[in-house]
Nanobody, 123 residues
Framework: QVQLVESGGGLVQAGDSLRLSCAVS????????LGWFRQAPGTDREFVAA????????AAADSMKGRFTISRDNARNTVYLQMNSLSPEDTAVYYC????????????????WGQGTQVTVSS
């Protein structure tokens, strides 16, 4: 089992920045990538960004490139999502996930999920 614990969500104003963290622990020997997804009320969970276990490969949703950046700290086993220029449309629960397949935008490629952290952006 892989455990993922997100933190860093909260209420911010439009234009603000926020950094989410995801602490990874457990049996990670088969984990090949970590990703961030988000889900707003009444919508499907959508891909935000992903990074390989080594940190050498990254991917991001086209609509978030330039504003959202994924990174990881290998020593701390933590993956981050830096979010800049936030807008009310970014309001959602943000989930961290682990994949045994690799860097991917497909939700079903991710085996383990955190509980999520709420991000609310006011106008």
């Amino acid at each position: 089992q892989v455990q993922l614990v997100e933190s860093g969500g909260g209420l911010v104003q439009a234009g603000d920045s926020l950094r989410l963290s995801c602490a990874v622990s457990g049996r990670t020997f088969s984990t090949k990538a970590l990703g961030w997804f988000r889900q707003a009320p009444g919508t499907d969970r959508e891909f935000v960004a992903a990074i390989s276990w080594s940190g050498g490969r990254k991917a991001a949703a086209d609509s978030m490139k330039g504003r959202f950046t994924i990174s990881r700290d290998n020593a701390r086993n933590t993956v981050y999502l830096q979010m800049n220029s936030l807008s009310p449309e970014d309001t959602a629960v943000y989930y961290c996930a682990a994949s045994d397949v690799g860097v991917a935008s497909v939700r079903t490629f991710y085996n383990y999920w955190g509980q999520g952290t709420q991000v609310t952006v006011s106008s």
